[in-house]
């Protein structure tokens, strides 16, 4: 790749981040987002240990919370679902035997039943990024396809979990939600790519927050140099994992990994489409 590509493929990372912040600001301080918030408030904190049996009982859960806090938000167990079983904390007062002390409480465990999005019908929750609509720009989504499974990934459409358009998994898969837009399908594969390449798969030394803030960013670098807008879906979806607090020193992070995973996503696609004769 000469060097006039090259400069065209990457945006200076001091521009790319000042724009990131001012999009994400923007979208943080709009009303949709107090929307968003208030709805995102009534969802459980999960411990890690209830997040491994949520895990285990349901690998595909994205949005989990109780029979109750469902109907609150306009949404219905569906009939015949069988909920996901984790343990909620409860303070137990217990009866000192020496009248000269107080009782005690203590914290004890019971099970609860509690439910994932897809096993819900109703009121659709307020949404900060939206699925993009039209086409992808010619020729490009093959390219990117061809570079994936150049890398050794296989790529296939399926139904995917309520919340998602697509996954990557630890046997080097791609799944994209079928159904969808060119324009979105473009922009789940570079999404689930950048995850890939960024070492995320089974990766447990990073967050999830860093996981999405990382893919996303590197996604939006590669989808703007290939001539696809994804403004109003990347800036709300990274709004989703970058809190106010730290914003800026997150996405900063973010962008410099992004940066060079992109690099190497757009140098193999630029590099497939010189070999075709399109370049």
């Known amino acids: 790749m000469d060097t006039a590509v090259q400069e065209k493929s990457v945006d200076k990372v001091a521009d790319l981040i000042a724009e990131v912040k001012a999009g994400v600001a923007k979208i943080q301080n709009s009303d949709e987002w ?132 697509g996954y990557v998994n630890s046997e080097k898969q791609i799944v994209l939600r079928e159904g969808e837009s060119m324009a979105q399908t473009l922009d789940t594969l570079c999404h689930e790519v950048s995850h890939a390449l960024l070492g995320h798969v089974g990766n447990t030394s990073l967050s999830t927050e860093e996981k999405e803030l990382e893919a996303e960013t590197a996604s939006w670098i590669v989808c703007r140099n290939l001539g696809l807008e994804t403004r109003s879906a990347s800036f709300g979806y990274l709004a989703v994992w970058a809190p106010s607090k730290d914003r800026d020193a997150k996405l900063e992070h973010a962008a410099h990994r992004a940066c060079e995973v992109a690099k190497v996503i757009l140098e193999g696609v630029e590099r497939i489409a010189v070999l075709a004769g399109q370049g």
Do not use: C
């Open 34 to 165: 107090k929307r968003f918030l208030d709805a995102s408030a009534r969802f459980w904190k999960y411990s890690f240990h209830n997040q491994m049996l949520i895990a285990i009982q349901r690998p595909h859960a994205t949005l989990v919370a109780g029979f109750h806090s469902w109907r609150e938000l306009g949404r219905f167990v569906k009939q015949g679902e069988h909920g996901i079983r984790i343990l909620a904390p409860v303070l137990v007062k217990v009866k000192s035997d020496d009248p000269d002390k107080e009782d005690q409480r203590i914290v004890r465990f019971k099970p609860v039943a509690v439910f994932d999005i897809s096993q819900t019908d109703g009121t659709p929750l307020p949404e900060i990024h939206h699925a993009l609509k039209g086409e992808a720009p010619m020729g490009v989504l093959v390219r990117v396809k061809e570079f994936i499974e150049g890398r050794g990934y296989t790529v296939r459409y399926d139904r995917t979990p309520e919340g998602t358009f």
